[in-house]
């Protein structure tokens, strides 16, 4: 079972203080935050690509990278690392291949019901789903609007940049879709 695993090795990281290489305080060294997809063939390889270490950058994720309102989590986070934790540029690294890229409705919710979702369930949530689970078309396009979302947000402050890029997740390779010094 993964959670017993997870919590032996756990003890024995702690035990034998295996954190001590990690330890940083809450500031990011590099006084940014990236918003990127939650895949999890970015967990190791973005960093490495990025020539990213330890405590260098705030990392908030979602699904498909995207960002389709003003008002929820993923800009919330964005505002506090911003507010907060003195970040001063913001990475919308978005990648090929993702799972949100001409997402389906109609078969995720053949998914949902399958795994046990009663119809009487679906129709008394308090939203649509299809007015909330989206995703996207052109990886380039969902960069932009995220990139646009960021920018346009009321809070943001003006002197915080915002880039948009596009990485390989085969390769890290990364693609430049939005240079923010170069907009403002």
Partial sequence: MLLNQILEFNENFVKNKQYEGFQTDRFPNKRAVIFTCMDNRLVD????????????????????????NHYDSTMKSILVAVYNLKADEIFVISHHDCGMSNFQMDNFMDLVKERGVSEETIANLEKDPKE?????????????????????????????????????????????????????
Avoid: C
């Fill in 45 to 68: 390889l973005m960093p490495r690509a990025l020539n990213l270490q330890n405590g260098d950058v705030k990392m908030v994720k979602n699904a498909g990278a995207m960002i389709t």
């Fill in 132 to 184: 909330w689970m989206e995703g996207f078309v052109d990886v380039r396009t969902n960069v932009k609007e995220s990139v646009d979302m960021i920018k346009s947000h009321p809070l943001l402050p003006d002197d915080v940049v915002v880039h948009g890029l596009v990485i390989d997740p085969a390769t890290g390779e990364l693609e430049l879709v939005e240079r923010g010094y170069e907009s403002e």
